[in-house]
């Protein structure tokens, strides 16, 4: 199995940035879709972004041209870089990953999950 970690949430003002970081262990992104949720209180968890190597890069219309996903396979890990940040991205953050390189918008076609990182954005 693979276990992911999510790491660089925290406090930011509106207009700032943060970089997510997820990182894998047990199996490589390599060859699979990663992607990034997120769930907001009282809110049902939403698709933010995907990066699989058959079908690019795709973003929630929300984050498109604030938001960009990338990886880096040598350190076996994914990033989520989000600029111009608004207060509506305040959410839990989680990352997932895809054996089958699909990189779909639902939650239940990812194996495997992280425990998430707390992103606040402040007005």
């Known amino acids: 199995q693979v276990q992911l970690v999510e790491s660089g949430g925290g406090l930011v003002q509106a207009g700032g940035s943060l970089r997510l970081s997820c990182a894998a262990s047990g199996r490589t992104f390599s060859s699979s879709a990663a992607g990034w949720f997120r769930q907001a209180p009282g809110k049902e968890r939403e698709f933010v972004a995907a990066?699989?190597?058959?079908?690019?890069?795709y973003y929630a219309d929300s984050v498109k041209d604030r938001f960009t996903i990338s990886r880096d396979n040598a350190k076996n890990t994914v990033y989520l870089q989000m600029n111009s940040l608004k207060p509506e991205d305040t959410a839990v953050y989680y990352c997932?990953?895809?054996?089958?390189?699909?990189?779909?918008?639902?939650?239940?076609?990812?194996?495997?999950w992280g425990q998430g990182t707390q992103v606040t954005v402040s007005s």
């Open positions: 990066i699989s190597w058959s079908r690019g890069t």
């Open positions: 997932a990953a895809d054996h089958h390189d699909y990189g779909g918008s639902g939650s239940r076609g990812y194996d495997y």
